[in-house]
Every structure is written in structure tokens, then in C-alpha cells.
T-cell receptor, first 112, second 114 residues
């Protein structure tokens, strides 16, 4: 079945470091891909999305490119801030379905 | 604009007691509605989803149930809570106006069963 695999955390970085959180997926057809962020004690917020191959989603300095050839949607940011500390979830929506399938989440901790 | 509400925000219940969590959406019509559970340090597990009033699909067998008595109201219930029901419960909605059919999440309810 369809699934999402994320790198295990926690990821600990110093402020202004470069961030990569890996995400790969297994899906039939043409899924849409998403990154959500969850700040402590809160619900999930959509961070960015891509709906077809080679699309690049971007928001708040974060980027991810939908790579069909490698079935990946890695999240990147050039310079992280302390305020980026949160749990990041990669998710896919199988084509033709309304359900989202989430990865296990990756906790990011950024220190000053 | 659309907003999604959940209550209560936190809840502590004894084992064997009943449960009712409520979710309401404003600013949209005929949304798809979802209940997720997030166990401590874990990812999200889809519990139920609904595409319309009275239409509920269950994703996992459990002692929880869901109902949709009104278009924008989604209720998660249990007759007798188990310790394993503890977690963070998130309601979400999606609809025609959400582009790539992304889901938008409520603030969540943290449930502790003692």
C-alpha cells in the first residue's frame, strides 16, 4: 500500500545551519505531496505542497521538490532559526482519494 | 475565511468512562471531515473520515466511534475509554476550495486516560 518514510529524529542544528529532512514515498499513480509542521502543543499547519512531478513547493524559506524518479520530497531550508523548532510531517494524498497518509514525523531542535 | 474548532482542549478521564470530542468548521459547506490520533512521539493515525452528513468511514477497528449530525460538525465518541486511548486527537477538514485537497487541522484535544 501507499506509505511515507521520513528520516528519524531528532535533528539538532545550530541557528543559521542548513536543514534537510528526507522524505520518500511509495504510491501508485500520481499522488500529491505535502509538508506539515506542528509546533509544541498545537495542531498541524500546512507548510508547503506539490501536486505533480518536478513541482517545487516553498513557504517561509522552506522548499521541497517533487522527484518522481527518486520518489522523494525532501524538505530544505538554507538558514534555520530557533523559531523553526517543531515536528515536521511529510504526507501524500493518493490520486483520486481524499485521505492523507503521513510519515512518522521528524523533530527539529534549533539552538542559538 | 474558514476556521476549525475543537473542544475541549484538554481532558483527563478515568478508564471506563465515556468520551465525546467535538469538532466544528466555519466558513465552508459540505467539507470532508477527519479524525486523527497522535500517540506520544508518534505519527498521525487516521481514525475516521466523513464525506457528508451521516456518512462515516472507519479506518481502524477500535472502541471509538464517530458521528456527523450536521454538515460542519464531527463528533468522536467512546462508551468506555481504555488506557490506550490516551493521545492527541486532531480534527481536520478538506474541501473543494482547498486546491490540492490539502487538509486543514484544528488545534487538537489532548486526552489522558488514567
Amino acid at each position: 500500500g501507499d506509505s511515507v518514510t521520513q528520516m528519524e529524529g531528532p535533528v539538532t542544528l545550530s541557528e543559521e545551519a542548513f536543514l534537510t529532512i528526507n522524505c520518500t514515498y511509495t504510491a501508485t499513480g500520481y499522488p500529491s505531496l505535502f509538508w506539515y509542521v506542528q509546533y509544541p502543543g498545537e495542531g498541524l499547519q500546512l507548510l508547503l505542497k506539490a501536486t505533480k512531478a518536478d513541482d517545487k513547493g516553498s513557504n517561509k524559506g522552506f522548499e521541497a521538490t517533487y522527484r518522481k524518479e527518486t520518489t522523494s520530497f525532501h524538505l530544505e531550508k538554507g538558514s534555520v532559526q530557533v523559531s523553526d523548532s517543531a515536528v515536521y510531517f511529510c504526507a501524500l494524498r493518493p490520486g483520486g482519494y481524499n485521505k492523507l497518509i503521513f510519515g512518522a514525523g521528524t523533530r527539529l531542535a534549533v539552538h542559538p | 475565511s474558514q476556521t476549525i474548532h475543537q473542544w475541549p482542549a484538554t481532558l483527563v478521564q478515568p478508564v471506563g468512562s465515556p468520551l465525546s470530542l467535538e469538532c466544528t468548521v466555519e466558513g465552508t459547506s459540505n467539507p470532508n471531515l477527519y479524525w486523527y490520533r497522535q500517540a506520544a512521539g508518534r505519527g498521525l493515525q487516521l481514525l475516521f473520515y466523513s464525506v457528508g452528513i451521516g456518512q462515516i468511514s472507519s479506518e481502524v477497528p477500535q472502541n471509538l466511534s464517530a458521528s456527523r449530525p450536521q454538515d460542519r460538525q464531527f463528533i468522536l465518541s467512546s462508551k468506555k475509554l481504555l488506557l490506550s486511548d490516551s493521545g492527541f486527537y486532531l480534527c481536520a477538514w478538506s474541501g473543494l476550495g482547498t486546491g490540492g485537497n490539502e487538509q486543514f487541522f484544528g488545534p487538537g484535544t489532548r486526552l489522558t486516560v488514567l
